[in-house]
């Protein structure tokens, strides 16, 4: 599946509620487990929760509109996919994105870095896909970096 391609099933705009499901693929390598394990030792600050199975994140979507993702990783390493339910569906596309903006990937140069640095090889393959999740907004970071002091 392309990494930019999002397959969504039975979400009703009109409801509220999440009627189904959207498959997201994010671009590889990504160990999904390890980068979102920082919130689970954070603390819940309620707007991200990560229990070592699923996250469940409050997201801006615009507007100032938020939506609640719960997302569950599947795939691997090499095909890293989110399982993914919105609440309210009627902003299920702009949720998606905005979750998808938050799993950056390795730029371009990282390789080359890697291969000229024998630290950073080595880091790179002991930890193979941690990359940081980014967060969507300014106030979401102000209230990420005060809670994870808690």
Do not use: K
């Given at each position: 599946?392309?990494?930019?391609?999002?397959?969504?099933?039975?979400?009703?705009?009109?409801?509220?509620?999440?009627?189904?499901?959207?498959e997201m693929?994010?671009?590889?390598?990504?160990?999904?487990?390890?980068?979102?394990?920082?919130?689970?030792?954070?603390?819940?600050?309620?707007?991200?929760?990560?229990?070592?199975?699923?996250?469940?994140?409050?997201?801006?979507?615009?507007?100032?509109?938020?939506?609640?993702?719960?997302?569950?990783?599947?795939?691997?390493?090499?095909?890293?996919?989110?399982?993914?339910?919105?609440?309210?569906?009627?902003?299920?596309?702009?949720?998606?994105?905005?979750?998808?903006?938050?799993?950056?990937?390795?730029?371009?140069?990282?390789?080359?870095?890697?291969?000229?640095?024998?630290?950073?090889?080595?880091?790179?393959?002991?930890?193979?896909?941690?990359?940081?999740?980014?967060?969507?907004?300014?106030?979401t970071a102000?209230v990420r970096?005060?809670?994870?002091?808690?």
């Amino acid at each position: 599946m392309d990494a930019r391609r999002t397959v969504l099933t039975g979400l009703d705009p009109g409801s509220g509620v999440v009627a189904g499901v959207a498959e997201m693929a994010l671009p590889p390598p990504l160990d999904l487990a390890a980068s979102l394990e920082a919130y689970r030792r954070w603390g819940d600050d309620r707007l991200d929760r990560w229990d070592g199975e699923r996250l469940l994140r409050a997201l801006p979507v615009g507007g100032g509109r938020w939506a609640a993702v719960r997302a569950v990783p599947a795939g691997d390493l090499g095909m890293p996919r989110l399982i993914v339910q919105v609440a309210p569906a009627g902003l299920g596309a702009a949720a998606l994105d905005a979750l998808r903006s938050t799993f950056v990937a390795a730029p371009p140069a990282f390789e080359d870095l890697a291969a000229r640095d024998p630290v950073i090889a080595a880091l790179d393959a002991r930890h193979a896909g941690l990359r940081p999740v980014l967060q969507p907004d300014l106030f979401t970071a102000l209230v990420r970096s005060i809670s994870a002091q808690q």
